[in-house]
């Protein structure tokens, strides 16, 4: 069965469950039953510009109703056993946006808090998934980097992912949602689990304040100070590096980066691999492959969590929940490009059940 027959079929199963109701010929229940098969349908159009420039597999839709979308998953987790093919199909279908709007008309219906409902309902990576697409961006960002500072030891690759892609005005919203949620500032709980040059990049990258276009003027000396602070001398300036790398904009360092390897003959990359070491070393590099290619950086991410011992499904979990509206088509793309394989297929290999079409819907299709 194909992916697109697979897809006709769970809509069809679906659509006879909801007509097996027995007050289907109300005229409110035809409604929900028409707004729950429209759910699947394209997004509301755009002018042409816009859709040109939406990267996201995510979308706003048309005829969106929260009212009905509350009825719907209510029905959903009503009575004995969950459907949660209704689940992942309405909520994968709906931007974090309308996602708010259907929990504030879920509690208004039923009086009951609609997360705390899908989680009594799931269990599982599942409801990790489902729980994380309920959340708002900065919020999400927020408690991952929570997470990873006050679990068992420090996760900097969390650390590192989130703060090497994000842009300065989310790292903004996530600063300022972390003090809200958790009582406490984000560089300070930073500063309290780092340490060195590797925390003082962090703190840098949490300013948000790179400089902005090109400056003509330094992409040379620029290049030549990195040079001069790594293959050019004994031992390694990481002052330099991390100065460079941490104010300059993303459009400046790709010309530093193309000047630097016509001065030393290698990339800038293998120059931080060979003169740094550690958590400052993943991050230097992490900035880098961020300033070539943000969808680039995290398709990586997406295949290492795939092709390790054991599948890293917070990773997976976090890069296809928080792109899903921001660049999936690219970094789906950039994915098929460098290894070969599509994201898709990948995610069909090392995952399963309904946390794998979760997964696929994010994903969007295949390449």
């Not at 340490?195 to 400089?211: A, F, M, P, T």
């Not at 300059?248 to 000047?259: N, T, W």
């Not at 990586?300 to 011992?309: F, G, N, Q, V």
Request: net charge negative.
């Amino acid at each position: 069965m194909s992916e697109k027959q697979h897809r006709m079929w769970m809509r069809k199963c679906l659509f006879s469950n909801f007509l097996c109701d027995a007050a289907a010929s109300d005229s409110s229940q035809e409604q929900t039953i028409k707004s729950f098969y429209l759910s699947r349908r394209s997004p509301v159009r755009r002018e042409e510009t816009h859709l040109l420039a939406y990267r996201g597999t995510v979308k706003p839709f048309v005829n969106f109703n929260a009212k009905h979308d509350a009825e719907i998953l209510h029905k959903a987790m009503k009575g004995l056993g969950t459907n949660e093919d209704t689940i992942i199909m309405l909520l994968t279908a709906r931007s974090n946006d309308q996602r708010q709007q259907i929990k504030a008309a879920y509690k208004k219906a039923y009086g009951k808090d609609l997360v705390s409902a899908l989680k009594s309902e799931l269990g599982g990576l599942l409801e990790s998934l489902i729980v994380a697409l309920m959340t708002p961006p900065a919020l999400y960002d927020a408690s991952q980097l929570h997470k990873a500072l006050k679990g068992a030891g420090t996760d900097d690759d969390v650390l590192i992912e989130i703060l090497a892609s994000r842009t300065a005005e989310e790292i903004e919203d996530i600063i300022k949602v972390y003090k809200k949620e958790f009582s406490g500032k984000l560089e300070k709980d930073i500063c309290g689990d780092t340490s060195g040059h590797y925390q003082k990049l962090l703190v840098i990258l949490l300013q948000g304040s790179r400089e902005e276009g090109v400056d003509e003027e330094k992409i040379e000396k620029d290049a030549k100070d990195l040079f001069a602070a790594g293959e050019g001398k004994f031992g390694t300036d990481e002052e330099t590096f991390v100065t460079i790398l941490g104010n300059r904009s993303a459009e400046h360092l790709r010309e530093v980066f193309d000047a630097y390897k016509k001065l030393s003959g290698s990339d800038i990359e293998d120059s931080i691999e060979g003169e740094t070491t550690g958590h400052l070393e993943n991050l230097l590099v992490a900035i880098v492959k961020c300033a070539r290619s943000v969808p680039g950086f995290l398709a990586e991410c997406l295949y290492k969590s795939m092709r390790r011992a054991g599948t890293d499904d917070d990773t997976l979990m976090r890069i296809m929940v928080s792109r899903s509206e921001v660049d999936m088509l690219d970094i789906r793309a950039s994915f098929k490009k460098t290894y070969g394989v599509s994201l898709h297929s990948t995610i069909q290999e090392d995952t399963a059940g309904d946390y794998q079409k979760a997964l696929l819907y994010l994903c969007g299709g295949n390449d």
